[in-house]
DNA sequence: GTTGAAAATAGCACGAA
DNA sequence: TTCGTGCTATTTTCAAC
């Protein structure tokens, strides 16, 4: 037995297993933050708030040249940190009016087509593999009730579904603090 | 009484009110789109795939020049179908390990102060309000078991909370039918 | 991470369909 | 109205440090 793993100052654990766990736990994570260092999480928060930003713009914004903020955005990329920019379209503005909601939960046999099915139908515009009793956590938007109705009746043979209709936002997609 | 409220053809409908709900209801919509015009469609596509192409590349993709697009991107901001442009960041990449979807019951009398300690708790990344008996819905990101227990721990004096831990995801966020 | 120059791009005024 | 052309200012990119 080495000495460092003899039962130190009372606590049970050696100095070296004491380092050890803080190293697996950044002094960032222990404070309830990213992994990003500051000129990242600035970077990306800005880009948060306006993926159009141009690099100079965000060069003067995080105090740095654009060179370097530019290189930064494609190491953030290639670290997969940022998975692309998007842009945050109001479906109500184009017609869809109702947002939903849905948790499906399969027949027995069933999970792999209806997991299938809610891929294949477009109004379902995003879909989470969740524990519990329902598999899936779907968010649907549609036009009208009517067609409401017509997306989850497809589900209805391999599926038991609960839903939702969304009557507001209390939080706006945001980041977690970086 | 005019005549164009008369019963005609035996549907009970005049021919002109028909016409009105025709009118009330465009193509597009029946055939299960948006309310955008093909141009703007393939815009705002591009624009989805990646929010930061140039006007100049985005004019090559829908087959415009670049003042025409950049004039469409500019209408769609204030029309209020764009309300802009975002990053897509992997919270995994950044030290979040654990997503989980929360539906939240405030106990009675607590329904404000339930949205507000969820509001102001940043791991809540999402929350919509939902009909049904659990008023909200959030998304949450945290680094650790005991970092959601924290977070749950907040609302519990005030609110029943379910919790399923995300496994995976079946459909990425994307788009409506355009 | 910074600087500076070359190439690409954005924004604007104006003209055409 | 909506789209295209030409000009100018800004921005991006790449080099060298």
Redesign the pocket.
């Known amino acids: 037995m080495r000495s460092d793993h003899f039962i130190w100052k009372g606590k049970g654990y050696s100095a070296r297993f004491l380092a050890m766990l803080k190293a697996k736990t950044p002094k960032n994570l222990q404070s309830g933050k990213s992994t990003l ?1 500051e ?1 990242d999480a600035r970077i990306v928060a800005a880009l948060d708030s306006d993926a159009r ?7 003067r914004l995080v ?10 955005v494609r190491r953030l990329g290639s670290a997969g940190v940022i998975r692309g920019f998007t842009v945050d379209v109001d479906t109500r503005a184009i017609g869809y009016q109702i947002r939903a909601m849905v948790r499906i939960r399969p027949l027995p046999g069933k999970l792999h087509l209806v997991e299938k099915l809610i891929q294949e139908r477009p109004e379902f515009v995003e879909c989470d593999k969740i524990t519990g009793d329902d598999p899936f956590l779907a968010r649907l938007v549609v036009h009208s009730i009517e067609q409401m109705d017509d997306v989850l009746e497809v589900l209805s043979e391999h599926a038991v579904t609960s839903t939702a209709v969304i009557k507001g936002t209390s939080v706006k997609r945001r980041l977690p603090p970086l």
């Open positions: 260092d000129a930003l141009s690099m100079s713009e965000l060069a105090g740095m040249s654009a060179p370097s903020v530019s290189e930064r």
